[in-house]
């Protein structure tokens, strides 16, 4: 089996972080986003990857190749970026071969029994019931109880039932013809080339899908949603710090990460932060945050904020003379 992981995307709705950082590198509870999805698929035990790069693509290159260097890789350019399905469409020399493919979102952490995805009998989509499927590839089921219909972002849903962002796929030949077809006919749907017109184009011909539930998946697209996973993750027993060091004249509040070589002093950290290596805070209260490594952090106020690598904030310090009756607002 071959792992294909898209990694193309500008990330605009985490600007400024993504204008030198692509979004798959930046870190949640202590580590790059695409760490998650390349450790869970070696946990399940598959070892060959794809990485459909773009924008940036050169960082996640060298990021992978330095991380992993004992995996089985291959790197697909997709230089214009025209959809979903037309960065797998981009693949598929490399694909060609494979017996069975496992297509996941490089921007998304999953809360799934990978291995059990895996070995399902059929192709299979990861799904998830939300309130609003209007943002979300949709898929409807029929009498058996199998996948019947796949629909790209419907304005009227006949489902609630939203596909995750993970696909495994049996019969990979006819997802490349699917491809091959909605390529050379210009099937679009939102003006671009969507994986679910291809995997439609399969069920049509008869292939059968599972839809595999999630027990949650946090698109890590936008900051508060990257903030509120940081949180999530930092809350579960193996990502947290357990033997922090002690820093001079500071408080920490758990679940906390902080990275090697971090000087703090003078501070309180936490709840639910996550601090990247040789960072430096001083005289400083942070909670419910990001701090990438070599940020500094002083004499500030910091909560619900993403600081990328190697910023700098420093706050305004106040030396006050002041009578009785005497107010003062700084807001």
Not at 200 to 213: C, L, N, R, S, T
Not at 227 to 245: C, Q, R, V
Not at 317 to 326: A, P
Request: one cysteine or more; charged letters at 20%.
């Amino acid at each position: 089996m071959k792992a294909i992981i898209p990694v193309a995307g500008a990330g605009t709705r985490l600007r400024p972080h993504t204008y030198t950082q692509p979004k798959p590198l930046i870190p949640v509870a202590g580590k790059p986003i695409i760490s998650f999805i390349v450790d869970s698929l070696l946990d399940a035990g598959v070892n060959e990857f794809v990485f459909i790069i773009g924008y940036l693509g050169e960082k996640i290159r060298n990021y992978i190749e330095e991380r992993y260097p004992n995996i089985k890789m291959e790197f697909v350019t997709q230089e214009e970026r025209q959809g979903l399905g037309h960065a797998i469409w981009m693949a598929k020399d490399v694909i060609k071969d494979a017996n069975e493919v496992f297509i996941i979102l490089g921007d998304t952490i999953f809360d799934v029994d990978m291995a059990s995805f895996i070995d399902c009998p059929y192709s299979c989509l990861g799904t998830k019931k939300v309130n609003d499927p209007r943002e979300f590839g949709v898929a409807e089921f029929g009498s058996d109880g199998m996948v019947s219909k796949v629909v790209e972002k419907p304005s009227i849903p006949k489902s609630n039932m939203a596909l995750v962002g993970l696909y495994k796929i049996k019969e990979v030949p006819a997802l490349i013809d699917a491809l091959d077809y909605n390529i050379k006919n210009e099937v679009k749907s939102l003006g671009e080339y969507q994986l679910t017109d291809a995997l439609m184009h399969m069920i049509d011909k008869g292939i059968k899908f599972q839809a595999v539930p999630v027990n949650n998946w946090y698109d890590c697209g936008k900051r508060e949603i990257l903030l509120e996973t940081n949180s999530i993750l930092l809350k579960k027993s193996d990502y947290a710090s357990s033997n922090i060091p002690s820093f001079y004249n500071t408080i920490i509040i758990h679940p906390v990460i902080i990275g090697e070589n971090c000087k703090i002093s003078n501070s309180i950290i936490g709840p639910n932060v996550s601090i990247g290596n040789n960072a430096r805070i001083e005289y400083s209260i942070v909670k419910e945050s990001i701090l990438g490594d070599y940020a500094t952090i002083e004499e500030v106020v910091l909560q619900y904020s993403v600081v990328g690598n190697d910023a700098a904030i420093k706050g305004l310090r106040q030396s006050l003379n002041i009578g009785d009756n005497t107010q003062i607002d700084f807001t």
